[in-house]
């Protein structure tokens, strides 16, 4: 392990190789963007984009829980309800879950004055907003700039808005905004123009974040795109606090890993109030293991990825529940420096990713590191940094909860199959 990384003054770190293979930005998404596009837009050089004033809502990244991974079509107002329960009886809110945000298939049909309504499954959003609220929690919803959603349930096209506006009479404090048959309106607009169509993708994000500025009500401002257009680089211009940088995730070890992975490249897209959403959590759905869930908790907070959790609290186990928990890894996850971290290097299946902490007092930690083993046997592994001149720096190890004191260039660590070790340094 041969990369080094130095203090020089305070904040100020200088990394340096000696025969590392660093690949940070080398790999895109899976739309193959994110490295080589990143610097572009239409041609057009861009510089990392940076906060001209603190951001209003999501400071750090947005954390709370999403219906759709579990309970897809299927959620009901008192899955939300119970939801809203166990965030609170199992510690999750004060962990740091506030969001609990309805994914699509809520939407019933629109009143002879245009105006939305939920549908029979759920009775009053009004009375499940109060609800949430009362637990200390926020409620999140969901749309399309398109006439359909994705499932084929209403949306806003035409009555932006309109719906805005309700969404803000009933209490809503997140929206998802999801391109779905949007994608088609573009299509028939400006046929076999790409850049056209894009315009018209932006103006559609534009438009409804005009809608709920004009509301008057702080709304986190979810993009859901896929990523198309390296909505990174303009995201923040139309309002996104948080967009989507991928496809939908699902709950197996591949998707989880090839989405989180591909994030290399866009840390410099991410700050406060703007984030890179490589999708919601599936800790403690389908057959992840614990390594995996714990490599996948790990990915998402070195990558300082909005924190949205997505399974069944009704079932949720013990270890479930301390993976999601985890205090320290939720703080390098919303760490206040508000950096995106990035792949070092690779030497085979393992992986090392860096991201920088705000430390910036006395016994703090300055670093995040992570190897992460993509492979299918144990591997073994050093950590290809020094942060002092002697080449030795004090860690400790975050998942075991143990302190190492100082480590240097002979420390060698074990991860096994689909798992990780996670380092906070100083
Ligand atoms: C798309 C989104 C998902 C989810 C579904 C709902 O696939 O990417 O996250 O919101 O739509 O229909």
Redesign the pocket.
């Known amino acids: 392990m041969r990369v080094r990384v130095r203090i020089l003054t305070a904040g100020c770190l200088v990394l340096w190789t000696m025969g590392y293979v660093v690949m940070a930005g080398a790999q895109g998404t899976e739309t193959g963007k994110a490295g080589a596009a990143a610097t572009k837009i239409h041609g057009v050089a861009t510089r990392p984009l940076t906060a001209t004033s603190a951001p209003t809502v999501a400071a750090t990244p947005p954390m709370g829980w999403n219906s759709?991974n579990f309970f897809?079509g299927k959620v009901t107002d008192k899955d939300i309800r119970d939801t809203a329960d166990l965030l609170v009886s199992t510690g999750m809110r004060d962990a740091g879950y506030v969001y609990v945000n309805i994914?699509?298939?809520w939407e019933g049909k629109r009143d002879a004055e245009g105006r939305i309504q939920s549908n029979e499954k759920f009775p009053d959003m009004k009375a499940l907003a109060d609800y949430v609220h009362s637990k200390g929690l926020k409620l999140g919803i969901?749309s399309s700039p398109g006439a359909k959603?994705?499932?084929g349930y209403e949306g806003s096209l035409g009555h932006e808005e309109q719906d805005a506006q309700t969404y803000a009479e009933w209490g809503i404090d997140y929206l998802?905004y999801?391109l779905?048959s949007y994608g088609g309106v573009m299509k028939a607009q400006a046929p076999d123009d790409l850049p056209a169509q894009y315009k018209l993708m932006r103006e559609a994000y534009e438009k409804m974040h005009q809608a709920i500025v004009k509301t008057g009500r702080p709304m986190v401002y979810s993009l859901?795109q896929?990523g198309w257009d390296s909505v990174w680089e303009w995201g923040p211009s139309v309002g996104g606090n948080l967009w989507?940088t991928t496809?939908?995730i699902s709950a197996n070890f591949d998707r989880m890993s090839t989405i989180g992975r591909g994030q290399a490249g866009l840390d410099r897209f991410a700050g406060p109030g703007h984030w890179n959403d490589p999708?919601?959590l599936e800790v403690g759905n389908g057959r992840l293991t614990h390594d995996e869930n714990v490599t996948h908790m790990t990915l998402w907070a070195m990558l300082a990825a909005p924190l949205i959790a997505g399974n069944n609290l009704t079932q949720m186990t013990p270890d479930v529940a301390s993976i999601l928990m985890n205090k320290e890894v939720i703080a390098i996850d919303q760490d206040a420096l508000g950096r995106q971290g990035d792949r070092l290097g690779a030497e085979g299946p393992l992986e090392t990713w860096w991201k920088p902490l705000k430390g910036d007092r006395k016994g703090e930690w300055k670093a995040a590191i992570a190897i992460f083993n993509f492979g299918d046997t144990a591997g073994v592994s050093g950590v290809p940094l020094g942060l002092d001149r002697d080449g030795t720096m004090i860690a400790r190890d975050v998942w075991s909860g143990k302190d190492l004191g100082k480590i240097d260039s002979n420390w060698r660590t074990t991860i096994p199959r689909h798992g990780v070790v996670l380092l906070v340094v100083r």
């Open positions: 759709w897809a994914d699509d298939t969901y959603t994705c499932a998802k999801d779905c859901c896929y989507r496809g939908d999708d919601m």
